[in-house]
């Protein structure tokens, strides 16, 4: 059975305006009609054949209207009747032009299948509109056609019937159509309003030339058949025309207009039927991209290469049900509208049939050719409201799933990494950067005399054999850099006018930062409400300090303009501590961004934002230049200390970072060995060459290089035989589930065996309490630093917590506490 028409049903809940609306329409067009059609009864036999030559013509054009593409099925089609009705109402009055008009609409409605509510609604609008016409042409002289000449008011009274009769009929269908969908009546007004001008306009027009030849002969009245046909004619070519350029040439599916027409035309309809309350008013757009077809095109030629097109387009069609649409937009790239979905699962199941079809070999002169494919899926609202949003969030998860080798990912906006938020990040990191670069090009090239200390903070540093309690605090998310002390303990980042931390307010940052990190969450202790800000920690060891947290409070996070201040970045320093001996051995330093809208941006956001662009360069010599002045200063101040600096993968590739770091020791008058390179498992593996020239070049100068994370990444062990390394540090999502994991207490324990056999400094992260810094000290680990020790802090709060700080050394032989053992596999 055919389905229903949707033009011919009114949505459920808007019946009861809808029906008052036409009711009222035929009550006013009956009331207006009744008269002059009781009066053009009784003329019939008077009426010249130019009329009925006229009512004929009328009638047999709308038996056959001309309906252009792609409208929706709220506007109406061109119906050619309009210039021979409104010719008839010129010359002979509105009895004689509501008549025919109400038999056109018979045979239109009969025609286009129109229901009986319809055909009546439509006869009621032509009425009210005739009769709007016909009373603006009686405010002129009267009797426009009677055999004279026709004046300058005759004219504008014919242009205003016409503006007239437009007005009302568009404005009747439109409000009939605006309370059928519920929808705001001018914008999709305005929307077809170009099209009814340009096609009714011009159909009215030609009513007075037809008047005008009538009135000679009405055997021209038949003439104007002759360009109303061309009219039709050029108007079906250019629509043909059209369709064929939304139309790929070699596998006749759509193309991209196409597909931009479709989902725009979808998206109306959804909303409307969203709006209505009614089921499947989601629209899903996948993009489809072959994952071996360039294989094909290099090793078999283009040729093979198109067939091989065809074929998949073949297949899309065969499996995508009739009621959807497939795309090929061009290369290797497919894509398919489905529409009227309820749940995702519904177009999961689609793509995974899409994807089992291309998974099959396709033979091609007996050779089979594999050749698979990735699937982006966005939907809608959820993802995007318009063809660009939708089409560009299925392109990133199109993206998403070849990174992940996974044939379906729907897309998610953590795997978009260049959305708008993330470009204006990167736009405020740039600002933030030049902003420093350019205060920094005031500043002397070396280092003053200044005392490093400052607000006060003049205490000495407290050497070896101190027995003061060890200030103990938070560890942030580290990034960026470290430094290592050669007899004591420091590191970077040169700070301008840094506001004061508000430490009252650091508990709730803290609570927040805690339940966001899953690693965070392994290790949360609870927090001493007694704790008084700014004074030393001297609680149970274990216990986190209120307030340590390595980020700034909510109020001075969230101050400044918005608009013109890109915010502040700073360095934050957490000590790394000799577990034998308690003493500071180095400091890591921690890259903070105090965003004036954001808060504290997350440090490996930062990181992943900046290594997208050239912004990283930037980052780095900022890093750079910052650490190793602030070398020169903690040297000035009788601190000798050797920094680290963590660098990106961009970094090593270049080489740069080489020729700038010696120039720096060169220029601060640093000695290189007073500086470590931090390097990454990932930096290592994505280049293994040119990182390991990289780095041969900076211990060839005196730097030392450090191996960072290790064992999260995928390299093996011959990097650390082949690389000038000097130290090894454990991760510390080992290091943190040790006293409760026995694999990851394993895991530490070899990964220390090994930096031993091989001669290098083992520096454990994240230790949080005292069973992890007593296992670590009985696996004969170096250095560790974590929120056990310290939070991290500022230059100028680092050198007060070392005039503070006493070391405290593991009492006891390398007795390893017990550690839970899992059951057996």
């Known amino acids: 059975m055919e389905p229903p028409d949707p033009r011919n049903l009114v949505p459920p809940g808007r019946t009861a305006p809808f029906s008052v609306f036409v009711g009222l329409v035929l009550v006013v067009a009956v009331l207006l009609s009744v008269g002059p059609l009781v009066s053009f009864a009784g003329t019939l036999p ?164 037809l008047v005008t030849a009538a009135r000679a002969s009405a055997a021209l009245v038949p003439l104007v058949l002759v360009p109303l046909f061309a009219v039709y004619r050029m108007a079906r070519l250019t ?87 497939v795309v090929r937009l061009g290369g290797d790239e497919f894509a398919i509208v489905m529409t009227g979905m309820d749940d995702v699962t519904q177009v999961r199941a689609l793509a995974d049939q899409v994807v089992r079809v291309l ?69 405020d990191l740039r600002r933030v950067l030049d902003a420093g670069a350019a205060g920094r090009s005031a500043l002397p090239d070396a280092p003053g005399d200044a005392p490093v200390a400052r607000d006060g903070d003049t205490a000495p540093v407290v050497r070896d054999g101190d027995t003061a309690p060890v200030v103990r605090g938070g560890d942030g998310a580290a990034l960026t850099t470290s430094v290592v002390r050669q007899r004591g303990g420091g590191r970077w980042f040169r700070r301008r006018h840094r506001p004061p931390v508000v430490a009252s307010d650091d508990e709730l940052i803290a609570r927040i930062v805690t339940g966001a990190d899953p690693i965070l969450r392994r290790t949360a202790r609870p927090a001493d409400p007694t704790a008084v800000p700014g004074e030393p920690w001297s609680g149970p060891v274990g216990v986190h300090r209120p307030g340590d ?136 593996m994505a280049d293994p060459r040119r990182v390991l020239t990289t780095i041969t070049r900076l211990h060839r100068i005196g730097v030392g290089i450090a191996l960072d994370d290790f064992g999260t990444g995928y390299s093996s062990l011959q990097h650390l035989r082949r690389l000038p390394l000097s130290e090894v540090k454990v991760d510390r999502s080992f290091v943190l589930g040790m006293t409760e994991d026995s694999d990851d207490a394993a895991i530490v324990r070899s990964t220390i065996e090994l930096g031993k056999a091989l001669g290098l400094r083992v520096v454990a992260e994240g230790v949080e309490d005292e069973k992890t810094w007593r296992m670590l000290h009985a696996a004969g680990c170096d250095a560790a630093q974590g929120w056990f020790y310290a939070r991290p802090m500022p230059a100028e709060e680092l050198v007060a917590w070392l005039g503070r700080y006493r070391p405290v050394r593991p009492l006891g032989g390398h007795d390893e506490p017990d550690v839970p053992r899992r059951s057996p596999r």
């Open 549 to 684: 947290v390595g980020t700034l409070s909510a109020g001075a996070a969230f101050g400044g303009d918005p608009a013109g201040d890109p915010g502040e970045i700073t360095m934050y320093y957490q000590p790394q501590i000799a577990i034998a001996t308690g003493e500071v051995v180095g400091v890591e330093a921690l890259l903070r961004w105090r965003h004036p809208r954001r808060g504290m941006v997350d440090p490996e956001e930062l990181i992943r934002v900046a290594e997208q662009s050239a912004v990283m360069r930037l980052l780095t010599r900022r890093v750079v230049d910052d650490v190793v002045e602030q070398l020169a200063k903690w040297s000035a101040a009788g601190l000798g200390l050797r920094a680290a600096l963590n660098v990106s993968v961009r970094d090593l590739h270049t080489g740069e970072i080489a020729d700038q770091i010696a120039d720096r020791l060169t220029r601060y008058g640093v000695a290189p060995d007073r500086l470590q390179l931090e390097i990454t498992e990932g930096a290592l």
């Open 239 to 325: 629509v043909e025309q059209h369709q064929l350029a939304a139309l790929d040439p070699l596998t006749g599916l759509p193309n991209r207009k196409a597909l931009l027409s479709e989902v725009n035309e979808q998206v109306h309809r959804h909303a409307e039927r969203a709006a209505r309350g009614e089921p499947g008013a989601r629209l899903a757009l996948l993009l489809i991209d072959l994952d071996r077809f360039k294989n094909v095109n290099d090793a078999l030629g283009h040729a093979v290469g198109d067939r091989l097109l065809v074929e998949v387009s073949a297949r899309l069609t065969d499996v995508v049900p009739a009621s959807d649409l």
């Open 46 to 209: 008077d009426l010249p054949a130019a009329f009925w030559t006229m009512a004929v013509l009328a009638v047999a054009c709308d038996a056959r209207p001309f309906l252009p593409p792609g409208r929706r099925p709220s506007s109406s089609a061109v119906f050619p009747s309009t210039c021979f009705i409104f010719a008839i109402l010129l010359g002979w009055g509105l009895g004689p032009a509501v008549a025919v008009q109400a038999v056109a609409v018979l045979v239109s409605g009969a025609r286009m299948r129109h229901a009986p509510w319809r055909v009546a609604f439509n006869a009621g609008q032509y009425a009210c509109s005739l009769a709007a016409a016909y009373a603006v042409t009686r405010l002129g002289p009267g009797g426009i056609f009677d055999g004279g000449g026709l004046g300058w008011t005759d004219i504008a009274a014919i242009g205003g019937a016409g503006v007239a009769w437009f007005v009302v009929n568009y404005g009747l269908v439109t409000t009939a159509v605006r309370l059928r969908f519920g929808e705001r009546w001018w914008p999709n007004a305005r929307h077809g309003l170009p099209f009814e001008l340009l096609s009714t306009g011009s159909l009215l027009l030609l009513a007075p030339v």
């Open 359 to 427: 998974a099959e070999p396709v033979p091609l002169d007996g050779l089979p050719l594999d050749v698979g494919g990735s699937i982006g899926i966005a939907l809608y609202p959820e993802h995007g409201e318009d063809f660009a949003t939708l089409m560009r969030h299925a392109d990133v998860a199109m993206y998403d799933a070849k990174h992940r080798n996974d044939t379906v990912a729907v897309y998610t906006a953590e795997s978009d990494h260049n959305s708008a938020e993330r470009l204006g990040l990167l736009a």
